[in-house]
């Protein structure tokens, strides 16, 4: 007699540290996950984020954790530290995809990162249960689909604008400029701001020339942060004309994480087009 497998009742409890890994989880799992992220407003300031004890009950919860690593999510280490759960799967995407401390840690505007976690979830999936294996395999087929269209649209950027000169308030789109073949210039400024600190005399002037000069093509600004060094930066370009494109660091409430990229890469390419705000 033919055995049936039978679907295990319960979704797997998931907690993302991040709302677009969360989001890359729902892809692929489906119907078998409930996922919770913890970050998830993309009017919030992510680096301002303090864990609370509602924080820490979940993650000891979960039977999968995803979080970003690299020192961007550095609560999310000490709580998983202070809840030992042998049973609970982690996955650690700055490992994954072989980036460190150190190194820009915004690594989901890396092309590769996204593919490189979805076939990592669904290999965990399938380990925590294996009744909806055909279903995680065939989520994952459908996902790296979609994202064939995102890597269509970066080589077509790519050939459009490569070699172009643009800055930014800080390296929230590091990865993808360069996928694009962007110039991207003020690293040290960007730098700075991402950790808090104060840019150096020669790096503000630096940028401001940049700006008032229009040596760079568009300003991509971290909308989801706002002190004043920045708010000068964008008024600055603004009066010399360089339009400028917003970027955030966490998924719009609603879309998918193709969606969020595509409407980025097409406001940009909007502005590169025109040359105008």
């Given at each position: 007699?033919?055995?049936?497998?039978?679907?295990?009742?319960?979704?797997?409890?998931?907690?993302?540290?991040?709302?677009?890994?969360?989001?890359?989880v729902?892809?692929?799992g489906?119907?078998?996950?409930?996922?919770?992220?913890?970050?998830s407003?993309?009017?919030?300031?992510?680096?301002?984020?303090?864990?609370?004890?509602?924080?820490?009950?979940?993650?000891?919860?979960?039977?999968?954790?995803?979080?970003?690593?690299?020192?961007?999510?550095?609560?999310?280490?000490?709580?998983?530290?202070?809840?030992?759960?042998?049973?609970?799967?982690?996955?650690?995407?700055?490992?994954?995809?072989?980036?460190?401390?150190?190194?820009n840690?915004?690594?989901?505007?890396?092309?590769?990162?996204?593919?490189?976690?979805?076939?990592?979830?669904?290999?965990?999936?399938?380990?925590?249960?294996?009744?909806?294996?055909?279903?995680?395999?065939?989520?994952?087929?459908?996902?790296?689909?979609?994202?064939?269209?995102?890597?269509?649209?970066?080589?077509?950027?790519?050939?459009?604008?490569?070699?172009?000169?643009?800055?930014?308030?800080?390296?929230?789109?590091?990865?993808?400029?360069?996928?694009?073949?962007?110039?991207?210039?003020?690293?040290?400024?960007?730098?700075?701001?991402?950790?808090?600190?104060?840019?150096?005399?020669?790096?503000?002037?630096?940028?401001?020339?940049?700006?008032?000069?229009?040596?760079?093509?568009?300003?991509?600004?971290n909308?989801?942060?706002?002190?004043?060094?920045?708010?000068?930066?964008?008024?600055?370009?603004?009066?010399?004309?360089?339009?400028?494109?917003?970027v955030?660091?966490?998924e719009?409430?609603?879309?998918?994480?193709?969606?969020?990229?595509?409407?980025q890469?097409?406001?940009?390419?909007?502005?590169?087009?025109?040359?105008?705000?």
């Open positions: 007699m033919a055995v049936v497998s039978i679907a295990r009742a319960d979704p797997i409890a998931v907690v993302a540290a991040e709302n677009f890994y969360g989001d890359i729902e892809q692929i489906g119907s078998g996950v409930k996922v919770a992220s913890i970050l407003n993309p009017d919030q300031d992510p680096h301002l984020f303090e864990a609370s004890a509602a924080t820490a009950r979940r993650i000891a919860r979960a039977k999968l954790f995803v979080y970003s690593g690299a020192d961007y999510d550095p609560w999310a280490e000490r709580l998983l530290a202070a809840s030992s759960a042998p049973s609970r799967e982690v996955i650690e995407v700055a490992r994954l995809v072989r980036k460190r401390a150190g190194e840690p915004h690594i989901w505007y890396d092309p590769a990162t996204m593919p490189v976690l979805a076939r990592r979830v669904a290999e965990v999936l399938t380990r925590l249960d294996p009744p909806r294996a055909a279903q995680y395999a065939q989520r994952l087929a459908a996902f790296e689909a979609s994202m064939r269209w995102l890597n269509d649209r970066i080589l077509q950027l790519r050939a459009k604008y490569a070699g172009t000169a643009v800055t930014a308030t800080e390296p929230v789109f590091g990865y993808m400029a360069a996928a694009l073949g962007l110039e991207m210039r003020n690293l040290g400024f960007q730098r700075a701001v991402m950790n808090g600190t104060e840019p150096g005399a020669s790096e503000i002037a630096a940028m401001e020339r940049d700006l008032r000069t229009r040596e760079v093509r568009v300003l991509l600004y909308s989801q942060t706002s002190e004043a060094l920045t708010e000068r930066v964008r008024a600055i370009a603004r009066e010399s004309g360089v339009p400028v494109v917003g955030t660091e966490t719009p409430t609603g879309e998918r994480y193709q969606q969020w990229m595509r409407s890469l097409d406001a940009l390419d909007r502005v590169l087009a025109s040359g105008r705000p």
